[in-house]
């Protein structure tokens, strides 16, 4: 068997569950569950939510290929889903991204697939990916005055949650879609994080920084983000001190 035939058949069957999920079947919603590297997703938790009648919803689970079925009666429905990973020592549950948010009517159906991201922007707002919540010093008042010139620099100590290799990151901190100052939409993992003081046309200066109200200030701090709901949160605290 030649290479090119093999990666041709190989890209065939990547494409095989988008493509034969492509019709309707009245009163059931169905698809595909995607993995964030375009896999087959097992074991997502899917829904149909009526938009009519609260907490009224036809269940589903992605089997081995990825794909479910729900059957829906007559109504009108919308779709979601979810799925849990346990990744050192936490278990987090993710909202998975819908090929559409639109209703649909249970008397026609509807193909609505999902895939799980680490990151980029969630159907009605925020991100699938973790934040990173900044806090001053108490101590130092006067910290406040530099918050729009303090940059993170996050490294990755490991794996992300999917297996993949992450890349370091290197960001002012800014408001953040909870009102608080920070980065957000970090592809889930664990990091080491240092800080510094980045003033416009001065020399960058080194700032300490340590999980917020834990332990001593030093020079970095590698920790993972804790569970937030739906979502991930990492606090830090940083000093000049």
Same mark, same amino acid.
């Given at each position: 068997m030649s290479q090119r035939f093999l990666v041709l058949t190989l890209a065939a069957l990547l494409t095989v569950p988008a493509a034969q999920a492509a019709a309707p079947t009245p009163r059931t919603m169905s698809g595909v569950v995607l993995n964030s590297a375009g896999q087959p997703l097992v074991g997502a938790q899917v829904f149909a939510g009526s938009t009519l009648f609260f907490n009224s919803n036809s269940l589903a689970v992605s089997g081995q290929d990825g794909r479910y079925r729900a059957k829906v009666p007559p109504g009108s429905w919308y779709g979601g889903a979810q799925m849990t990973r346990s990744f050192q020592g936490e278990t987090y549950t993710f909202d998975l991204i819908p090929n559409t948010v639109d209703p649909f009517a249970g008397s026609t159906g509807a193909i609505r697939n999902f895939q799980w991201k680490l990151t980029g922007p969630k159907p009605g707002g925020g991100f699938a990916g973790a934040t990173v919540t900044v806090y001053t010093d108490f101590f130092d008042p006067q910290m406040l005055d530099i918050v729009p010139d303090i940059e993170l =620099?996050? #490294?990755?100590?490991?794996?992300?949650?999917?297996?993949?290799?992450?890349?370091?990151?290197?960001?002012?901190?800014?408001?953040?879609?909870?009102?608080?100052?920070?980065?957000?939409?970090?592809?889930?993992? =664990?990091? #080491?994080?240092t800080a510094r003081h980045v003033p416009a046309g001065g020399a960058p200066q080194p700032l300490k920084i340590r999980l917020r109200n834990k332990g001593e200030f030093g020079p970095s701090v590698t920790s993972r983000f804790r569970r937030n709901g739906s979502a991930q949160l990492m606090e830090v605290e940083v000093s000049r001190r």
């Open positions: =620099i996050l #490294t990755p100590a490991g794996p992300l949650i999917d297996g993949s290799q992450g890349k370091t990151i290197r960001a002012k901190i800014r408001n953040t879609h909870e009102g608080m100052e920070g980065l957000q939409d970090i592809p889930l993992g =664990i990091y #080491t994080v």
